[in-house]
């Protein structure tokens, strides 16, 4: 069963633009959702994260939106760079049941000139 | 470099072999735990590991098996290996005290190719 739903699986941006990745979940017992960036051959690396008592938090360039009600979260990541061209996983823990991360299927994003 | 340390980086194997992959945490992290990335399953949470007790396991084969020693490195020990096995396996790890303890740092990896 997939706990957590990402989207699009993949995403082409042209430089300077938004780009949009959007998770849904579906256990309540999650508590913390992170974003991970992945290069090639590399480790998944945090990019950013939010706790649901607030619906926005931003770093930087990255903005995660999440909507309690509606079980979703998106990554929002403004001024895009070819630099970001990356996979992002969206994830969701539950620190009452063992610490695991439970990752959405990954986005790979690619920035154009 | 998130201070998470993982050897070896490759590993080629043959079918019915057993191999084990290291696993150094960040410094003063207590907390460690293992993932699978594959092409087909994505990233999968195996087990997780603190201050040497196992704490939690996910979808981990009964021919895999894990540790965590007083200095707090870990282990992941495949045994009969399978050409399915072949993965990307990472180890992360969390102080596993604070409210931080929630966020993982993950190594670089280690890429298992049996054949």
């Known amino acids: 069963q997939q706990q957590v739903k990402q989207s699009p699986q993949s995403l082409i941006v042209q430089k300077g633009g938004i780009s949009i990745i959007n998770c849904a979940y579906e256990?309540?017992?999650?508590?913390?959702f992170p974003w991970y960036q992945q290069f090639p051959g590399k480790g998944p690396a945090l990019l950013i994260a939010i706790r649901p008592d607030v619906s926005e938090k931003k770093e930087g360039r990255f903005t995660i939106s999440f909507n309690k009600s509606a079980k979703q979260f998106s990554l929002h990541i403004m001024d895009s760079q070819p630099g970001d061209s990356a996979t992002y996983f969206c994830a969701a823990l539950s620190t009452g049941g063992g610490n695991k991360l439970t990752f959405g299927t990954g986005t790979q994003l690619k920035v154009e000139l | 470099d998130s201070g998470v340390t993982q050897t070896p980086k490759h590993l080629i194997t043959a079918t019915g072999q057993r191999v084990t992959l290291r696993c150094s945490p960040r410094s003063g992290d207590l907390s460690v735990y293992w993932y699978q990335q594959s092409l087909d399953q994505g990233l999968q949470f195996l087990i997780h590991?603190?201050?040497?007790?196992?704490?939690a396991k996910g979808n981990i084969l009964e021919r895999f098996s894990a540790q965590q020693f007083p200095d707090l490195h870990s282990e992941l020990n495949l045994s009969s290996l399978e050409l399915g096995d072949s993965a990307l396996y990472f180890c992360a790890s969390s102080d596993g005290i604070r409210r931080s303890q929630e966020t993982q740092y993950f190594g670089p990896g280690t890429r298992l190719l049996v054949l």
């Open positions: 590991y603190y201050n040497g007790e196992e704490r």
């Open positions: 256990n309540t017992a999650f508590d913390y």
